[in-house]
T-cell receptor
């Protein structure tokens, strides 16, 4: 059974720091991994989608890497800003599921202090 | 491009009452998902539609939850009767369908409906 874990559960950093959020999954047989952002009381916003054949994806100050064989992904945020404060979730789509089902982690709550 | 629309945004009901949620996906998106997100947890898939057919409802508590997607566009999720443990945010998402199983498209989420059962 695929399980997704995110560490740390919460993180507080001063503005301007570079930071790394971690996501691990127990079964390396995945089609892709997606990182989301969730603001309080709101839905999820897709940040980056990495297909299983890719190693990383970049969007602005965000860079996500995928090491499928070791079951790990990292989300790197450069020069953090208070507006980056949110919960970050990763989700994997298992192979062989026959569907587009995604399994989510519990998220990392990030607070960037001004 | 309009996003995924959901209503209502908030709902408070007493246990054993019934409630229904509505979702309108992004135009042209064939796949629609309903997720349940309990406070402090990641979203859990309840049901997935491709057009108007159910692809996966393995985690849907079918004794009290039901969902439909008539005409392959809008969808409704119903709970009858509600229990205290159903208090959660109910998220609707949609995506395009990939040509092959190894290809996936991004999921786009609506703002969610926050349900409180008292």
């Amino acid at each position: 059974k695929q399980e997704v874990t995110q560490i740390p559960a919460a993180l507080s950093v001063p503005e301007g720091e570079n930071l790394v959020l971690n996501c691990s999954f127990t079964d390396s047989a995945i089609y892709n991994l997606q990182w989301f952002r969730q603001d309080p009381g709101k839905g999820l916003t897709s940040l980056l989608l990495i297909q299983s054949s890719q190693r990383e994806q970049t969007s602005g100050r965000l860079n996500a890497s995928l090491d499928k064989s070791s079951g790990r992904s990292t989300l790197y945020i450069a020069a953090s800003q208070p507006g980056d404060s949110a919960t970050y979730l990763c989700a994997v789509r298992p192979e062989g599921s026959g569907t587009y089902k995604y399994i989510f982690g519990t998220g990392t709550r990030l607070k960037v202090l001004a | 491009e309009a996003g995924v629309a959901q209503s209502p945004r908030y709902k408070i009901i007493e246990k054993r009452q019934s409630v229904a949620f509505w979702c309108n996906p992004i135009s042209g998106h064939a796949t629609l998902y309903w997720y349940q997100q309990i406070l402090g947890q990641g979203p859990k898939l309840l049901i997935q539609f491709q057009n108007n057919g159910v692809v996966d409802d393995s985690q849907l508590p079918k004794d009290r939850f039901s969902a439909e997607r008539l005409k392959g566009v809008d969808s409704t999720l119903k709970i009858q009767p509600a229990k205290l443990e159903d208090s959660a945010v109910y998220l609707c998402a949609s995506s395009l369908v990939g040509v092959g199983w190894e290809t996936s498209y991004e999921q786009y989420f609506g703002p969610g409906t926050r349900l409180t059962v008292t």
